[in-house]
């Protein structure tokens, strides 16, 4: 596969999301706006490039029988790097994001492409992978946030565009269901044409 299918696929043919259905936790959780998705989604990309490039280099070296558990100790290393980055640089964000920055190290897309991509092919094409699939993820996050902002607060990325409130069901966890359903039925038919 090319450079550029490996970061494309991330978008149609395996998004995380829509296709896969894995991440379901965040995808929930943090997309009451906007911004709040797209942070989540910057995170989880950031963790899930350098995991697959150290997972790749380490992979030949691993026992089958601990490689899990390797794994799972390279992502946590990012996440524990990524929290502390966010901690002395973005301490708002790190607010807002809380208990789902740790929960980077359990998050099934992460440990997923580790097991199914990262393990199994080279630096560069796990690298690829991990930039295809992140940003397949952040830009679901964001339009999921994009949605549920818009019908719930009336306003985008903080920027108040309809006067009054909103529906609040939206920004709430039904809100997140149902905003997540809908987007999975119409991606799914738009990506079978």
């Not at 696929?9 to 999301?17: A, C, I, R, S, W």
């Not at 379901?24 to 989540?40: D, F, I, K, Q, Y």
């Not at 990524?82 to 929960?103: D, H, K, N, R, S």
Request: net charge neutral; aromatic share 8%.
């Amino acid at each position: 596969m090319s450079k550029l299918g490996l970061i494309t696929k991330g978008f149609l043919k395996e998004n995380p999301t829509f296709v896969l259905v894995l991440g379901m936790c965040p995808t929930l959780a943090t997309t009451t706006s906007a911004m709040n998705g797209l942070e989540m989604g910057l995170a989880t990309m950031f963790v899930l490039i350098l995991s697959n490039i150290v997972i790749s280099l380490i992979a030949p070296v691993v026992p089958d029988k601990v490689h899990i558990p390797v794994y799972i100790v390279v992502i946590a290393t990012f996440v524990t790097l990524l929290q502390l980055l966010m901690q002395a640089y973005t301490p708002e964000v790190y607010e807002t994001l809380g208990l789902f920055i740790p929960l980077i190290v359990v998050n099934c897309i992460v440990l997923g492409r580790a097991e199914a991509f990262a393990s199994k092919n080279s630096v560069g094409d796990s690298a690829m992978d991990g930039i295809g699939i992140g940003l397949g993820f952040t830009l679901t996050l964001t339009v999921i946030g994009i949605v549920r902002e818009v019908l719930g607060s009336g306003s985008v990325f903080g920027w108040k565009f309809i006067a009054g409130d909103g529906i609040l069901a939206f920004v709430m966890a039904p809100g997140a269901f149902l905003v997540l359903g809908y987007l999975m039925v119409l991606f799914n038919k738009l990506a079978k044409r």
